[in-house]
């Protein structure tokens, strides 16, 4: 296998994405990241994340929005997302992993993962909403 060149860029991508927790876009990652690099194009921001997912250090989530997510925790976790602001936040639970086997009973093929993500209306849009 070819060894990786280091990239400044794809460390800094990565980095921002650790040190978020919000399921950012690839657009929401090149605009924090055109302040360390101001000449960095949003093709070379995709193309980072799309390798960084490939090397399984980052995670390529959908939500039903028509937009990729990213997500810096490659651990088996569960996410909520709010269908008012659209906002993305991690669940503090235990993963399931039996649900695999109950989910196995259903096909024939072979279940090796499974992501579960649950909708509905977040605490601060309750709030505002008068609920």
């Given amino acids: 296998m070819k060894t990786l060149k280091y990239s400044r860029q794809r460390e800094s991508i990565k980095a921002c994405l ?10 929401a990652i090149y605009e924090s990241i055109r302040e360390e690099f101001p000449n960095i194009s949003l ?3 995709y193309r980072n ?31 909520f ?9 991690d669940l503090a639970m235990e993963d399931m992993p039996d649900i695999n086997c109950k989910a196995q009973e259903y096909t024939n093929g ?22």
Wanted: glycine residues 12%; aromatic residues 6%; charged residues 25%.
């Fill in 43 to 45: 093709g070379t921001v």
């Fill in 110 to 131: 072979q279940i090796k993962g499974h992501a579960i993500s649950f909708y509905g209306t977040c605490e601060d849009c309750l709030k505002s909403n008068g609920h």
């Fill in 18 to 27: 650790m040190s978020r927790h919000d399921h950012p876009t690839a657009d």
């Fill in 81 to 89: 997302v709010c269908h008012e602001c659209g906002s993305i936040t």
């Fill in 49 to 79: 994340l799309n390798l960084l997912v490939d090397l399984g250090e980052i995670r390529k989530l959908a939500f039903g929005d028509g937009k990729d997510h990213f997500d810096g925790d490659t651990t088996q976790h569960y996410h």
